[in-house]
């Protein structure tokens, strides 16, 4: 199994671009979501969702959108990048529910915003 | 004042010490606590759970003092593999999890 991929994994966009990150997981996992890591500032929930069709914020999801058309892909948009969305994003999934232990992590994509 | 507050080190220790990492959470409702690792440049990657009556797996053991809103996790016989950064996890119930900040360890030769 691939488990939870991501690409790309690095990007560079210019203020103002929009660009879309991609996140697949082939073990039908109903939860997914997208994290931000930033230097001390630990793992920020962005958005999440608790199956096809369903999406829900988190702690800081301002400046991105989501959605879930099908179990595997839960796609992140930029809709117009700033510096301050320079971070390295973490996309997740996990089974039966959200709980830490079935937490599966992507490896992965970092971005840099000039 | 952060949800989850983790000491970020470094901690530089040698091969073979004992170390101890703290962690304290300020929602006295937290349900679930974890412990993570995070290599460099990689993802986090679940290390062990934290039970309340304290666990143990191989040479790590995890603690949780609700009282205190606490959670240690103590490294035994420290090896050069198990230099990383180790975050704390807290799951609030509903679908949020809050990560802490991590602690770097580094262990020497």
């Known amino acids: 199994n691939a488990g939870v991929t991501q690409t790309p994994k690095f990007q560079v966009l210019k203020t103002g671009q929009s660009m879309t990150l991609q996140c697949a997981q082939d073990m039908n996992h109903e939860y997914m979501s997208w994290y931000r890591q930033d230097p001390g500032m630990g793992l920020r929930l962005i958005h999440y969702s608790v199956g096809a069709g369903i999406t829900d914020q988190g702690e800081v999801p301002n400046g991105y959108n989501v959605s879930r058309s099908t179990t595997e892909d839960f796609p992140l948009r930029l809709l117009s990048a700033a510096p301050s969305q320079t971070s390295v994003y973490f996309c997740a999934s996990s089974g039966p529910t959200l709980a830490a232990e079935t937490q599966y992590f992507g490896p992965g994509t970092r971005l840099l915003v000039l | ?109």
């Open chain 2, 1 to 109: 004042r952060k949800e989850v507050e983790q000491d970020p080190g470094p901690f530089n220790v040698p091969e073979g010490a004992t170390v101890a990492f703290n962690c304290t959470y300020s929602n006295s409702a937290s349900q679930s606590f974890f412990w993570y690792r995070q290599d460099c440049r990689k993802e986090p990657k679940l290390l062990m759970s934290v039970y309340s009556s304290g666990n143990e797996d191989g040479r790590f053991t995890a603690q949780l003092n609700r009282a205190s809103q606490y959670i240690s996790l103590l490294i035994r016989d420290s090896k050069l593999s198990d230099s990383a950064t180790y975050l704390c996890v807290v799951n609030n119930a509903g679908n949020m999890l809050t990560f802490g900040g991590g602690t770097r360890l580094m262990v020497k030769p």
